[in-house]
């Protein structure tokens, strides 16, 4: 079984609608962060999340919101969707003591139309 | 804000060639360093990382990275590639955010096509 899932894999919505992306990890891991990834940019962080009540802004946060249900739950939420948000996006967890090892789930592919 | 340049985006090699994939950071504190790769459809695993100690890493796959402090550099290198590497590789550095925590900041990566 996969350590780091994502729901759904594959999304297309309209403009304005709100859309939320799951993320669950079964590595027992504090810390869980979502980026996304779009061509030429490489992944660029969107939020993390170092415990459940610990909750900061990356550097592309603007759009995008975030609730961390659980150790292991970490949603994303696009309150109302918009074109330029079309990409891919990625969760990742990571343990404190490892030294900053990143480990990814399988990614979404959003798409607004 | 920091941050991470790869400057080859779209390489094209021959199998058996050899790859140097270049990777510069501007962070001046101390750095972890890491190489991602991403297979066509798959998710990002770790390739090797650099935390401290000999500045020669060696990652999976035949694939090893030096770390030059003094250049910023953190290149990654494999003696004789195989059509197999095809994938995005993508260099990144943990760095300090404005919070006091520590993040990954990632390259925009580099494509590298390998031809049978």
């Known amino acids: 079984d996969a350590d780091v899932t994502q729901t759904p894999r594959n999304r297309i919505t309209k403009t304005g609608k709100r859309i939320m992306l799951e993320c669950s990890q079964t590595k027992g891991h504090d810390r869980m962060y979502w980026y996304r990834q779009d061509p030429g940019l490489g992944l660029r962080l969107i939020y993390y999340s170092f415990d459940v009540k610990d909750i900061n802004k990356g550097e592309i946060s603007d759009g995008y919101s975030v609730s961390r249900q659980a150790q292991a739950k970490f949603s994303l939420s696009l309150e109302s969707a918009i074109p330029n948000q079309t990409a891919l996006y990625f969760c990742a967890t990571s343990d404190p003591d490892s030294t900053y090892e990143q480990y990814f789930g399988p990614g979404t592919r959003l798409t607004v139309t | 804000a920091q941050s991470v340049s790869q400057h080859n985006h779209h390489v094209i090699l021959s199998e058996a060639a050899s790859l140097e994939l270049g990777c510069n950071y501007s962070?001046?504190?101390?750095?972890?360093l890491f190489w991602y790769v991403q297979y066509p459809g798959q998710h990002l695993q770790l390739l090797l990382k650099y935390f401290s100690g000999d500045p020669l890493v060696k990652g999976i796959k035949g694939f090893e990275a030096e770390f030059i402090k003094s250049k910023f550099s953190f290149n990654l290198r494999k003696p004789s590639v195989q059509w197999s590497d095809t994938a995005e590789y993508f260099c990144?550095?943990?760095?300090?955010?404005?919070?006091?925590?520590?993040?990954?900041?990632f390259g925009s990566g580099t494509r590298l096509q390998v031809q049978p």
């Open positions: 962070y001046g504190g101390t750095v972890n």
């Open positions: 990144a550095v943990n760095y300090l955010t404005y919070t006091g925590r520590r993040a990954l900041t």
